[in-house]
């Protein structure tokens, strides 16, 4: 086995770390004796260099701008798979059959339906409340109201208990954009397939007919496919964080929800509408881009940069092709669209952006693509949710099945006085 030696300068002490290959990507070192060899922890910031887990499902390479779940592209899966197949390969490691995708869509749809008491919790909302908020609570009472399915040993238990939260959380989504609106929260509608039913609970209304594109299916389950993993990301460690304390696993969501919210992470869809509204017009471009370069300044251009991409988001790119395919068929917000294209003209070309490697992100292109599909802007981070909740899932049910993990506790590098007496 390979290994890395480290050796303390002060004392002339050595000692080897096994370095663990991985299937793709950088091998790691494996550094849990290192506090009994020297004595010393290691210091990384944001953890950015630092494997907290052993995972199959995703693998990421940020260089290439690759994104793999399950082994498979995430530009092949979103042409060629529906959401629910890839829900079905997140959750299991599989594709499924087309017998198996017939059971599972089955009771996914199914599952669709909230408990009552759980409608009865928006009543208690302002309808000014942000619909992350109403989620986060309303994800946070499913833990009250679905106490079993918890035994990690049971496939059957943790199915259940998996299927469950992926299939409801379009209906809480959907109840807190109608709850905001002051519409009635009607049913999921059981003949529509995941996607659709989701546009219908945006836009149902008790008189006429709810019309829904076939180009609109297809651009809502690409969002939800391209949202749906990418590995140990703030939510997801913020997720396997609680996890780890063997909490309720809606419990661990929730938390997850929470960690999304951030601009800096799932909240950045938001944040690029309103600044490329604040921007205002394509004259403005080169004053803000200006803010964005000046280290005195905290603008940053939302939409850009990625911790772990340092070339073209692989899934930016499918969403710009899928923005284009909808401008001439929705016609989308072309004055937001031009000032957002000349942005990343500009940012594609400049010194500042091309050497810290800040290229588009996924929240660059997806706010134009809801815009297009009429919805909400606050609604924005919470269709991130829906997506992503399949990914907080398998990441539990990873994590609750390894017989290596441990509770998250990391260490510090302590900075106060020194000790001292009253
Ligand atoms: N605009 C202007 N400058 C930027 C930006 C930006 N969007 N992002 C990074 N920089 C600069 C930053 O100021 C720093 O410059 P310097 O080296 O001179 O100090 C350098 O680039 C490195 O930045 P960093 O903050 O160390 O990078 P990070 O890996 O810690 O942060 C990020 C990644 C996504 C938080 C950051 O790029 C950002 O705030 N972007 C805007 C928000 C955004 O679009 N977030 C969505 C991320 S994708 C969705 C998801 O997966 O959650």
């Known amino acids: 086995m390979a290994s890395f030696t480290l050796t303390d300068n002060q004392s002339g002490k050595s000692a080897e770390f096994p370095v663990l290959d991985s299937v793709l990507g950088s091998n790691v070192i494996d550094i849990s004796k290192l506090h009994k060899e020297f004595g010393v922890y290691t210091l990384d910031n944001g953890l950015s260099m630092t494997g907290s887990c052993e995972s199959k499902i995703t693998y990421i390479d940020g260089n290439k701008g690759e994104?793999?779940?399950?082994?498979?592209?995430?530009?092949?899966?979103?042409?060629?798979?529906?959401?629910?197949?890839?829900?079905?390969?997140?959750?299991?490691?599989e594709l499924p059959s087309q017998e198996e995708y017939t059971v599972f869509e089955r009771d996914m749809r199914q599952k669709r339906f909230p408990h009552e008491g759980i409608k009865k919790i928006f009543n208690a909302f302002p309808d000014s409340a942000h619909p992350m908020a109403m989620m986060s609570s309303a994800v946070s009472a499913l833990s009250a109201f679905h106490h079993r399915h918890?035994?990690?040993?049971?496939?059957?238990?943790?199915?259940?208990?998996?299927?469950r939260v992926v299939a409801k959380m379009p209906t809480i989504a959907a109840y807190t954009f109608r709850h905001s609106m002051g519409y009635p929260l009607i049913f999921p509608d059981m003949d529509r397939y995941f996607s659709e039913n989701f546009l219908y609970m945006l836009r149902a209304f008790p008189t006429g007919k709810t019309e829904i594109k076939d180009v609109e299916i297809k651009c809502m389950d690409a969002i939800f496919t391209l949202h749906a993993e990418h590995e140990q990301n703030a939510s997801t460690t913020t997720v396997r964080g609680v996890g780890s304390t063997s909490a309720h696993p809606y419990a661990a969501i929730v938390a997850g929800i929470n960690a999304l919210w951030g601009k800096a992470h799932g909240g950045a869809n938001e944040s690029v509408i309103s600044q490329l509204e604040m921007i205002g017009s394509v004259e403005n471009v080169d004053k803000y881009i200006a803010k964005a370069k000046d280290s005195n300044?905290?603008?940053?251009?939302?939409?850009?940069?990625?911790?772990?991409?340092?070339?073209f988001d692989p899934r930016a790119k499918v969403l710009k092709k899928l923005r284009d395919e909808l401008r001439d068929e929705l016609g989308v917000n072309s004055k937001l669209i031009e000032i957002a294209n000349r942005i990343e003209e500009i940012a594609l070309t400049d010194e500042y952006f091309v050497s810290r490697n800040l290229y588009p992100n996924i929240d660059f292109y997806s706010g134009t693509i809801f815009e297009a599909l009429g919805i909400k802007k606050s609604m924005f981070t919470p269709i991130f949710v829906i997506g992503r909740t399949v990914g907080w899932v398998a990441q539990l049910i990873e994590q609750r099945r390894d017989p290596k993990a441990k509770i998250v506790r990391p260490r510090q590098r302590y900075i106060g006085p020194g000790k001292r007496h009253l």
């Open 67 to 93: 994104l793999l779940y399950r082994g498979y592209p995430i530009e092949e899966l979103a042409e060629k798979k529906n959401y629910v197949e890839v829900i079905h390969l997140i959750l299991t490691g």
């Open 150 to 163: 918890l035994d990690v040993s049971s496939d059957e238990e943790y199915r259940e208990m998996s299927q």
């Open 297 to 311: 300044d905290e603008f940053r251009l939302m939409g850009f940069g990625h911790r772990v991409y340092k070339n």
